[in-house]
């Protein structure tokens, strides 16, 4: 209850986020509370399409392709196991060409669901990895953050593109208030996406740890996701995703980027440290990953 709570107060900053930088925007342009209006209506628009089309945005970022189970029996075959254990839907699958080895779940629900996995997982992970892998997303699934994940996307996504836009507005405004405006742009490009940011960190580093303890359980083989976490944090630094966005970067089940290793740097990541995901999960298992 308190984590329901706590993600549509975060999402609900997102949205005051995005009608301050209209707000400011609008007043640039002597628009008056006209464009806090638009901003509101934008706000309400983008978390409509965000929770209906979630899936659909989240694939098409990354130009994954839904695949039958003629054309991948095998990722099919485990999906459906593991969905069986779950106790939920099976859920679509998609794979993405990236040589990253990574996966995300998205959609609005269960009934929704997809599971996006990367070609560059299949050929690094064995059979057990790939299935505490897959275990982590539908714990994702039936912990009910695939919803929250998207949505936080599509809106710090939108928050990055208006206030890096804003940045220019400064340009062809109406008023005469000069340098307070140029200040004002700047600590907008600034401000707007650090704020979408911190957000997202919120929203996603708990619900990391919960979905791997849910994986876990889900797969029967904690060290088997441990196991994969480790190969993906090696996988992600020798081949990171060039097409990912910082504001996609918490979908997915370790950074697409690389995690950062100094201990700073870690403040401002999108996952909690592996190393620590890794313990957690041989705790579960009462033996270290050999």
């Known amino acids: 209850m308190f984590e329901n709570l706590k993600t549509v107060i975060l999402l609900g900053f997102m949205s005051a986020i995005l009608i301050i930088i209209f707000g400011y925007i ?24 965000s929770y209906f089309y979630s899936d659909k945005i989240a694939l098409s970022s990354y130009n994954a392709k839904i695949v039958s189970e003629q054309e991948a029996p095998n990722l099919h075959r485990i999906v459906g196991d593991l969905a069986n254990s779950a106790g939920i839907k ?30 560059g997982i299949l050929q690094l992970l064995d059979e057990d990895e790939l299935r505490g892998v897959i275990s982590h997303e539908m714990g994702h699934i039936r912990n009910k953050d695939i919803l929250i994940s998207s949505v936080a996307a599509t809106i710090a996504g939108m928050i990055v593109a208006i206030a890096s836009w804003g940045r220019y507005a400064v340009f062809f405004a109406n008023n005469d208030d000069g340098m307070v405006d140029v200040l004002g742009s700047l600590l907008l490009a600034i401000l707007g996406p650090i704020a979408a940011t911190i957000i997202q960190l919120a929203i996603s580093r708990s619900r990391e740890f919960k979905a791997d303890a849910t994986g876990a359980e889900i797969c029967g083989n904690p060290l088997a996701l441990a196991s994969a976490l480790r190969k993906l944090e090696f996988g992600t630094t020798q081949h990171p995703m060039t097409n990912a966005k910082t504001t996609d970067a918490h979908m997915f089940i370790v950074n697409p980027f690389g995690n950062a290793s100094n201990k700073l740097k870690n403040l401002f990541s999108t996952h909690p440290e592996t190393s620590e995901r890794i313990r957690r999960l041989e705790d579960m298992a009462g033996r270290p990953l050999n």
């Open 26 to 49: 609008g007043n640039l342009f002597n628009l008056g509370g006209f464009g806090i209006l638009i901003g509101f209506i934008f706000a309400v628009g983008m978390n409509f399409v």
């Open 90 to 119: 099976k859920p679509r699958i998609a794979v993405i060409q990236s040589n990253d080895p990574n996966a995300f779940a998205t959609g609005r629900n269960q009934n929704h669901a997809v599971v996006a996995v990367t070609t």
